[in-house]
């Protein structure tokens, strides 16, 4: 597999390392993410780290995560190409983004569906002690269908013990402990979860501030405002539990799962058929990474109906074309529609490094 095998319809979104395109299959004809990683300028640890993101997207089946393909080297541009789900519908932020350009709400229903489905996601992510680390409402891609997927999982990580120490992901949607540059677990996503829900709600992220200090403090102390008076008790109870300052109070993604506000979704069952890969190494010969990543996996049914193919010959062909998985950088592939707000989270990120080195040499943040 090579990127002529592939249309390129439009740019999606540029990042520092990567650029991600929407494609057409020549094969299937079917619309596709790309994602093109330059691996010229990159660390051997930057590089290490797509490669997780590889291991990651690979390791995930769920229906409200963004599916991996395929990927391959593109040997021309030096660059890992990683094919992915295409959210049809956008993003949750676009869409609030749209509600407040409307003068308009979101249901109450439809937030309490979209909590529960990506709940799900961060379940089926968590039973394999994998933390998202960066949940946010650019990170949530949205289908006609009305569902939605968990995506981006460009700095997500493997907790081999349970708990993590190197902090990352965006200060609107941080959690406290994260903050305070303490260890955090799993909860840390439920957290985030929780700042989703609230700005689905109030089309805002529960906790803003001119400066990072006053955002800082305010997070810490876990206070937000209320919802709009349209929204139930209910809704701000379920907020209530994922915004808890203190983890031992937090639910996890599995409890969020059985609360009883979300028994009227539990209509379908769930073929979780997910398992972590083995670590990838990237070998000193980058040739020969096309032999160690995960193969493709295109599963068209409507396609191959169309076009009367034969499953078993389909799958042949897949299985001997044995294309490779690419990954990306640690910078976001934002959708132009949302370039602003990544620039000024950008900025943000790096006052929070800023910060953070301060504690570390002042032992006292503020």
């Known amino acids: 597999m090579s990127l002529k095998d592939f249309k390129i319809m439009s740019k999606l979104g540029e990042g520092a390392y990567s650029t991600v395109y929407k494609v057409k299959r020549i094969e299937d004809n079917v619309e596709y993410a790309l994602k093109k990683v330059n691996l010229t300028n990159l660390s051997d640890k930057e590089k290490q780290n797509a490669l997780n993101e590889v ?25 890992l190409c990683i094919v992915m789900e295409l959210a049809d519908n956008g993003d949750l932020f676009q869409q609030i983004q749209k509600c407040i350009k409307q003068n308009t709400m979101i249901n109450e229903n439809e937030i309490l569906k ?11 992510l968590h039973d394999l002690k994998i933390f998202h680390r960066d949940l946010k409402s650019a990170n949530v891609f949205l289908q006609s269908n009305g569902d939605v997927k968990l995506g981006d999982m460009n700095v997500s990580k493997v907790a081999k013990k349970g708990l993590l120490y190197t902090q990352t992901g965006t200060p609107y949607y941080a959690s406290p402990e994260v903050w305070k540059d303490q260890p955090y677990d799993q909860k840390s996503d439920v957290w985030s979860l929780g700042c989703v829900t609230y700005e689905m709600a109030a089309l805002k992220p529960p906790f803003r501030a001119e400066d990072m200090e006053g955002l800082y403090k305010k997070v810490i102390r876990g206070l937000y405002p209320r919802l709009p008076s349209q929204y139930s008790q209910d809704l701000q109870n379920v907020i209530r539990m994922m915004l808890q300052v203190q983890t031992n109070l937090r639910p996890t993604s599995y409890a969020i799962t059985e609360l009883p506000y979300f028994n009227k979704f539990k209509t379908q069952t769930f073929d979780d058929q997910s398992k972590l890969l083995n670590t990838i190494i990237f070998p ?27 499953s078993d010959t389909q799958e ?26 990544y620039l000024a989270e950008q900025e943000m990120l790096l006052i929070f490094c800023q910060l953070r080195w301060k504690t570390q040499k002042n032992t006292q943040l503020f």
């Open 316 to 341: 042949t062909i897949n299985r001997n074309r044995q294309s490779t998985l690419g990954g990306g950088s640690q910078q976001s592939s934002p959708n132009p529609t949302r370039i602003s707000q």
């Open 114 to 124: 979209i909590t529960f489905q990506i709940a799900n996601g961060l379940k089926a």
């Open 55 to 79: 291991r990651i997207l690979a390791s995930i089946k769920h229906p409200h995560i963004i599916s991996y393909k395929e990927a391959f080297i593109d040997l021309n541009s030096n660059s």
């Open 284 to 310: 000193k010969n980058q040739i020969s990474i096309a032999n160690m990543l995960p193969k493709a996996n295109y599963n068209n049914p409507k396609y191959k109906t169309e076009t009367h193919q034969n």
